[in-house]
């Protein structure tokens, strides 16, 4: 999983109009119409201070987090919980948030090591070395993710999650040299709920490399279930200009990750982490951390380590959890930075694909735009 890191901004202060006591008092010159607004102005100053008229709730997320220690799914996953369900209630989570394992073999080119060391370069880097033949050779890659089902056999994960970055050329009296695949020669994705068994084959349905969103199909199988939270607009609704509701800095946001020991092993289970979300942008410290963002990313300060790239992101929405990304990059534990990519761009697709699969008895009608409508 990449790592990077993030600056912290502040929301921006709210448009307040403050009103004298008692309202606008209309001048003796004023037109009815003047008139009638004042009235209409005190009357809702009014009723916001009559007891028992409460004001409708602010559409949005809370910064407050104990909904998810309320949640009887989370619960028994928040920090510092001892329960006996909470084994139970892990459990019950794999099969929410699985396991995504990507094996395969890739071609790749590498330089065979002189015998006597040579002195670093930027050419030798990027390979440029005068007089310098690269070999080339068949090597197996193999890496592992998680992901979220959003609907029967459709989940979300990240895209750099189904595509190796770097792999190991295993070389005869040599160090292990790693280096960019060249070109993807097969692969196979398997989803797990936990690391021990055998798995349900995928496929990958889509990719959203720039914003590093991916959605894949499981063959049909019992043991995976949606997650029972509703997937959001984490951008907000109406007017793309001044949305409404959406992620805003200082937010509380909780990421389903997994249960390591203290030598890094997956233990088969899930944890909660809690953090808060830093900045509604991606703010990068260096350019190597520049390049690797995109601009459908918040900056959060959650503690996910390598291998938890794809678990969900949850937020709460009058109190009860939803599902606004998913856990793209990490600075952690150099600096508690974590970018999260937003789940928005997926939801209409994963949708389709839902659709699609409940009338796999019936043709797929893929419609050109550039061909007319079929006249009745």
């Keep these: 999983m990449l790592q990077r890191s993030v600056l912290e901004s502040s929301p921006s202060a709210p448009h307040t109009r403050i009103l004298p006591q008692g309202g606008r ?50 619960g028994p996953l928040w920090p510092g919980t001892l329960e006996p369900a909470g084994e139970k209630r892990s459990t019950a989570l794999t099969a929410m948030v699985p396991r995504l394992s990507l094996r395969g073999m890739a071609l790749a080119t590498y330089e065979p090591r002189k015998a006597a060391p040579t002195v670093p370069t930027l050419e030798a880097v990027f390979g440029i070395v005068p007089g310098a033949q690269r070999e080339m050779i068949e090597t197996s890659f193999s890496q592992d993710a998680r992901s979220v089902v959003l609907h029967p056999h459709v989940l979300a994960t990240v895209a750099h ?34 690391p021990g068994e055998e798995g349900v084959p995928a496929q990958v349905a889509h990719t959203n490399t720039p914003y590093d969103l991916a959605l894949v199909q499981a063959d049909k199988n019992r043991i995976l279930q949606p997650l029972p939270y509703s997937a959001v607009l984490s951008y907000g609704t109406g007017d793309p200009e001044r949305p409404v509701g959406g992620i805003q800095a200082g937010d509380c946001v909780a990421a389903i990750v997994t249960s390591r020991t203290d030598k890094a092993y997956d233990t088969g289970q899930d944890r909660l982490v809690l953090g808060k979300v830093l900045a509604k942008v991606p703010v990068a410290t260096n350019n190597l951390t520049q390049t690797k963002l995109n601009v459908n990313m918040f900056t959060t300060d959650l503690p996910v380590q390598p291998g938890d790239s794809g678990s969900p992101v949850l937020a709460l929405r009058a109190g009860k959890p939803v599902l606004v990304g998913l856990v793209s990059a990490t600075m952690y534990p150099t600096a508690t930075f974590t970018y999260v990519a937003r789940i928005d761009p997926l939801l209409a697709l994963a949708d389709a694909l839902r659709v699609a699969a409940s009338q796999q008895g019936k043709p797929l009608l893929v419609r050109n735009a550039d061909l007319p409508e079929p006249q009745p």
């Design 25 to 74: 008092k209309p001048t003796p010159n004023s037109s009815w119409p003047q008139r009638l607004g004042a009235v209409v102005l005190c009357v809702l100053s009014l009723a916001g201070t009559v007891p028992g008229v409460a004001a409708p709730d602010q559409p949005g997320f809370t910064q407050q987090c104990s909904g998810f220690a309320q949640d009887p799914l989370l």
């Design 161 to 194: 999650a189904l595509a190796p970055d770097v792999v190991d050329v295993h070389v005869a009296q040599q160090p292990t040299v790693q280096t960019v695949p060249l070109r993807v020669t097969s692969m196979t994705v398997v989803v797990r709920a936990t």
